[in-house]
């Protein structure tokens, strides 16, 4: 058992094991979205009915996750962390051996409610062994490796693919989820204390109210979470944007979204170097005022609706500004709200999560459903959801 209020000290092979629970969800997503269409292709299925292995993806993940976060304040990080990983590991040899579209959705959903579990506990395992500053300086430096998720996956899943079949994809996501799985068995203590141990499943679950009553819960929540939505909008419009409006080759397409990702994990380093001396609220505000401000200067590029290099410019710059700081906003919410709710991180970890991907696919949706060949629904989509998380964060109290 391990005692929380420790120094800032993590070795090695517990942060990347920390950082591998992390990464379920980008993993999960990215790593077969190069075969898709090999997917529909064998399984005789429509384009459309094949993304939706995505929806329920991100369905199931919010789901997982708010049903694991409870449990393991009741019954530890351990015990929920092997049976969400477990699940993980079936449901993706499952996907492996679908033999329709409509099993392949029944399972992603059921690998995604598994999932959920790595991603929700890992935060709470985090607060469970740091104070807030130095959990969202755990929380940035593992943010900065688990971004390279989704630019490694894409290219790892196209290798896979040349293997001969999309199933090898789901084979990798099982040796994934199993060498986490044994990992977590060697590396991990249980690190929820017997007095933080909530005594009933009532008591678990009633920690969603305790957590979402407390003051300022619901601004950081709001927060971290329409944050992140701005940049499920930027990464559902700007294939279209880049490739087709400003007629960008899939190549630099794939430059500026990893430049978008070097961003995010640079903001992500200096808010490590900055939170000791400015404290979690500071940087919270500091990065969705910028989110704002680069959401203004991609709304104006859109408006201006020219193709000219300079309005090109205009909107990359904007995207790292508000994409980047993310950087930022994310690791000091998740640290501020969980540090306030030691006896229910788990419950506290769950609604941040389910905010962040819940509201990630409301951004999602209404990038795609008001799609008119220009790039004003995705600015304006963007420019919503960082002024509603600027707004939260405006509100918090020092």
């Not at 001396?277 to 104006?300: E, H, N, Q, R, Y």
């Not at 020219?306 to 950087?327: D, K, Y």
């Amino acid at each position: 058992m391990i005692q929380a209020g420790r120094p800032f000290v993590i070795n090695r092979p517990m942060f990347f094991l920390l950082a591998a629970l992390a990464a379920f969800a980008p993993l999960a997503i990215d790593l077969y979205l190069p075969s898709l269409a090999a997917i529909g292709n064998e399984l005789q299925a429509p384009a459309g009915r094949v993304q939706q292995t995505v929806t329920v993806f991100l369905a199931g993940f919010a789901m997982g996750m708010l049903f694991y976060g409870p449990l393991s304040d009741r019954f530890g990080r351990r015990r929920m962390i092997f049976a969400g990983t477990t699940l993980f590991v079936l449901a993706s040899i499952a996907c492996m051996l679908a033999q329709t579209i409509e099993q392949l959705l029944v399972f992603r959903l059921i690998q995604a409610f598994g999932g959920g579990a790595a991603a929700v506990i890992s935060r709470a395992v985090i607060r469970d062994l740091f104070g807030e500053t130095d959990s969202a300086r755990v929380m940035a430096m593992i943010a900065m490796v688990t971004s390279l998720a989704p630019m490694v996956a894409p290219l790892l899943g196209a290798y896979i693919l040349e293997l001969g079949s999309w199933r090898y994809e789901f084979l990798a996501l099982a040796l994934f989820g199993t060498a986490c799985t044994l990992a977590a068995y060697a590396l991990l203590p249980e690190t929820l204390s017997k007095t933080r141990t909530q005594a009933s499943l009532s008591e678990a679950f009633r920690g969603y109210w305790t957590v979402w009553n407390y003051p300022d819960a619901r601004l950081l929540i709001v927060a971290g979470g329409a944050h992140f939505a701005a940049m499920f909008a930027y990464i559902t419009g700007t294939p279209f944007v880049y490739i087709e409006f400003f007629g960008l080759s899939e190549k630099t397409y794939a430059v500026l979204f990893g430049a978008n990702i070097l961003t995010l994990i640079g903001f992500g380093y200096a808010s490590t170097r900055l939170v000791k001396g400015t404290g979690t609220t500071p940087l919270i505000k500091v990065g969705s005022a910028m989110g704002v401000l680069g959401a203004l200067m991609v709304l104006f590029s859109a408006w201006n609706a020219g193709t000219a290099h300079w309005n090109l410019g205009l909107m990359v710059a904007g995207f790292l500004l508000c994409v980047g700081s993310l950087g930022f906003v994310a690791p000091n919410t998740t640290a501020q709200l969980l540090g306030r709710h030691p006896k229910n991180a788990g419950a506290a970890s769950a609604l941040y999560g389910c905010a962040q991907f819940g509201l990630g696919g409301l951004a999602s949706w209404a990038v795609s459903v008001v799609h008119n060949s220009t790039a004003l629904p995705m600015a304006a989509a963007v420019l919503t959801f960082a002024a509603l998380a600027c707004g939260a964060s405006l509100r918090l109290k020092r």
